[in-house]
């Protein structure tokens, strides 16, 4: 059986240093917002070549606390994909704001700029872009929208993670860029974790007090903050990681060229396009009979997975909240299926992976 993922088998080659990362910490004694988090934050910033980031505890609170952090009208219209995962939708509601979907492209699962004027309304005040799938959205166009209308701008990064767009990374394009490290993640730590990163000294003085109950001294509360901190094993744990990201990513885009190379012709492939370098955190492909491609592919031991199979607006929990009707989104979420590309895949499995697909298209 080939599996969609296995995360032992892709962190086995870095346990020896995850190990030694865990009982350093340990034996600190210092276990919350130490040597450990002041580090990986300013390598992590080195790394994306930007001024500041900010630990806490996950991806969602990374979002709501960039969001609450802009200060925006109570209930301000923040434009944000229809196909995106739930959390950036959530982050706008947790935030006090109301979520405008815009659709996105077929062809690269990413929000559509053409599609902003319409979505823009008399109160939207921001715009929330996602990276879905390791592609970085297209920044020129999103951000020069965003600066003829004054509107702020967060990037939701949790899958894109060393993503560029004409050689500058994901994250670094608007006022805040929001990290992701779950497990699965390209920089996955082993739990929850997440950070924001900022040019902007302002906000990431805010977000740094925010994320400890608001407090810049101990008992003294400055803000109504969250506690939402990256704690100092997840940091270690990720210091290694990010040690190792660029041979992860050029890993994983040797897989996807296999792919690019070897899929029938009859499967709907992600695009690409010079000036954006993917990072591939997922291999999503279309075909009208997803269901029955994913079952045969089961059947001869290939596992899938999807990504995702109900858009926000078809959830029940939003229902009253996110109206309309979002026809990209609807086909993209019933035509979508994600292969294996992960750190713990070989070619070979890749290669198989292909051969199959060639079968049940014969």
Known sequence: MIEYESLARSNAEFMAELEQAAIRVIRS??????????????EFARYLGVKHCIGVGNGLDALILSIEALDLPHASDILVASNTYIATILAIIRAGHRPVLVEPERETFNMDPACLPAAQTFNTRAICVTHLFGKSCRMDAIGAFAREHDLRLVEDCAQSHGAKLNGKMTGTFGDAGCFSFYPTKNLGAIGDAGAVVTNNDALADQLRHTRNYGSKQKYVNEYIGANSRLDEMQAALLRVKLRHLDAMTAHKRKLAAIYFEQLPDWLTLPRQR??????????????????????????NSVRTDIHYPIPPHRQKAMQGILEGEYPVSDELHSTVLSLPISFGHTPDQIEQVCDKLHKFSA
Do not use: K, N, Q, T
Request: aromatic content about 18%.
């Open 274 to 299: 010079p000036d954006e370098f993917d990072v591939f955190h997922i291999f999503g492909v279309r075909h009208a009979r997803r269901d029955a491609l994913r079952a045969w592919l089961l059947e």
């Open 29 to 42: 004694g210092w276990y919350v917002l130490g040597d450990e988090v002041s580090a990986f934050e300013a």
